[in-house]
């Protein structure tokens, strides 16, 4: 009798990986009544997170990202093609952070590092500009989080605004390599639109402005004078 007890409790331990199902994940379709319209794609839901599993990539995003969709009713096809895209984009951050040797020793901020660089791949921004953000965040003055925080200043920037990659590049950049604390990078975003609804143009902003304040040490207030200065200028004439 003792035997076939240790036998079971051995098989429940060994069940997740012997039925390829995540724990949380088979719960998840048990248990919650939000899961009942996704039951014609269980199969390919299970796939997925198999095949998390197998690159390495953390399961709890993906349970975030599966809990997220259902409780706004995404549709079952969509939420399962959105949940295969989620494992390539942490598989790709995985290998931006391999390929750029980035050290982060705790498990879980290098997890929390992985779903950012994700929803960065997510909005448009491409590998080389986020590997070259990590590259240019050196210890001791800088480090993955300042990368990340650069990350999340410079994609509204891009999405509202026509300036190329390479100008995305230089804003991250002299973000990085500035004075400013990573807090401070997301006023950025807020000076472009203040700028650009007074009228100035986006290489003027980004160039006569925000860069040009930055690499002087100085930060928001001093990109508020430049502004200032570039406007009285142009009045006068």
């Known amino acids: ?15 997740p990986s012997l039925f ?17 319209a996704y039951r014609d794609v269980e199969g390919q839901i299970s796939e997925t997170f198999n095949a998390a599993r197998g690159a390495s ?26 949940l295969r895209a989620e494992v390539a984009r942490l598989a790709e951050a995985r290998d931006i952070l391999a ?7 705790d498990r879980k901020s290098r997890e929390e590092t992985l779903k950012s660089v994700s929803i960065a791949l997510l909005s448009g921004l491409s590998s080389a500009t986020i590997e070259e953000m990590f590259a ?3 210890p001791p003055a800088r480090g993955p989080q ?22 995305i590049r ?6 990085l390599a500035s004075r400013l604390p990573s807090g401070a990078f997301k006023s950025v975003a807020s000076f472009f639109v203040k700028a650009g609804a007074r009228g100035v143009r986006e290489q003027d902003i980004l160039d006569a402005m925000v860069i040009h304040a930055l690499e ?22």
Do not use: H, Y
Request: with cysteine; glycine share 8%.
């Open 216 to 237: 002087s040490g100085g930060g928001l207030v001093q990109m508020e004078d430049e502004l200032r200065l570039f406007l009285m200028r142009r009045n006068s004439r």
């Open 170 to 175: 230089r804003l991250g950049a002299a973000l």
């Open 99 to 105: 390929r750029g040797k980035v050290a982060i020793a």
């Open 57 to 82: 990539v953390p399961l709890w995003i993906l349970m975030e990202k599966l809990r997220e969709g259902a409780a706004k009713g995404v549709r079952a096809d969509r939420l399962s093609s959105g």
């Open 20 to 36: 390829g199902e995540d724990p949380d994940l088979a719960s998840w379709f048990r248990t919650d009544a939000k899961a009942r």
């Open 146 to 167: 300042d990368a990340v925080a650069a990350c999340a200043a410079v994609i509204p920037v891009r999405e509202g605004s026509r300036l190329a990659e390479a100008d």
């Open 136 to 138: 240019r965040a050196v």
């Open 1 to 15: 009798m003792l035997k076939r007890v240790a036998l079971l409790i051995f098989l429940a331990l060994l069940a």
